[in-house]
């Protein structure tokens, strides 16, 4: 049995979620200039409809809420009919809402864990039995590089991303067999307004853009994870291969958690 290989525009459509800002919106550009076509989604109908315009022919709009794994498996229908197979799935839909652990809302955690999680397990599951019945397909799951270890503010949604790191290793080990190729993608800190809330120090922070343009190369390629900036995340590696208590007391005090409340 071959590997599975990345996808390929000839092969379907691409579908492409969180595709109404930030490096989901960035993505469009470049998965068009590399000609695919693309069917977006995200709960904003007005600047998906906005976005698709643009690109008449290539682009299309699906709005949904992918909290809702009924919608999720309609949209999924509704884009292989209109357009044929999905041959590659980016799910990128997320949100960060910072947590302050003295006075946490329970609602933050709720909605971080329906959107980050249970939003990507609806794709998921409306994605892997075709592509697992066509025996082939590409999925990208869009993490973090705080899926490497805890970090303050992102109780929420760093404990998501890490639960995407490890969703997407065993859809790697699972779906390999039915030539799925499968990716994981675990920037560092990307220009979006979801750092706003993060007033701590974001070194190596890149452009949406940029990480747009990271991600679609590393689509075309075999490795499993799609990490960037390397010189940032790969530091943070081995910081987490420290001992925990090391670990914490290091990123404590790096990113100046460690002084005493005002």
Not at 87 to 107: D, H, M, W
Not at 121 to 139: D, E, F, N, V, Y
Not at 163 to 179: C, D, K, P, V
């Amino acid at each position: 049995m071959s590997a599975p290989v990345p996808a390929k525009p000839s092969d379907g459509v691409c579908w492409l979620t969180g595709a109404s800002s930030g490096i989901g919106e960035a993505l469009i550009v470049n998965l068009v200039s590399n000609g695919w076509r693309v069917a977006i989604s995200a709960r904003s109908e007005d600047k998906l409809k906005t976005l698709a315009d643009q690109y008449p022919g290539k682009v299309f709009a699906y709005p949904v809420d992918i909290t809702d794994d009924k919608a999720v498996e309609a949209t999924v229908e509704a884009i292989e009919t209109d357009h044929g197979p999905i041959a590659r799935a980016i799910l990128n839909a997320g949100v960060y809402l910072s947590i302050n652990a003295e006075n946490p809302r329970f609602e933050d955690y709720a909605k971080t864990f329906d959107v980050n999680l249970k939003g990507a397990a609806a794709c998921i599951c409306a994605l892997t039995p075709r592509m697992c019945a066509r025996r082939s397909g590409q999925i990208v799951i869009v993490s973090s590089a705080t899926a490497f270890g805890g970090m303050p503010t992102a109780t929420a949604y760093g404990a998501t991303k890490a639960g995407l790191l490890n969703m997407s290793e065993g859809l790697a080990i699972e779906l390999h067999r039915y030539g799925v190729h499968v990716q994981c993608v675990t920037p560092g800190f990307v220009d979006t307004p979801a750092q706003d809330d993060n007033d701590f120090p974001k070194p190596f922070m890149v452009s949406a853009e940029t990480a747009a343009n990271r991600i679609a190369r590393g689509m075309t390629r075999s490795r499993f994870e799609i990490t960037f900036p390397r010189r940032f995340t790969w530091a943070l590696k081995l910081i987490y291969a420290l001992p925990r208590s090391w670990h914490i007391a290091l990123v404590r005090k790096q990113t100046g958690w460690d002084k005493p409340p005002e």
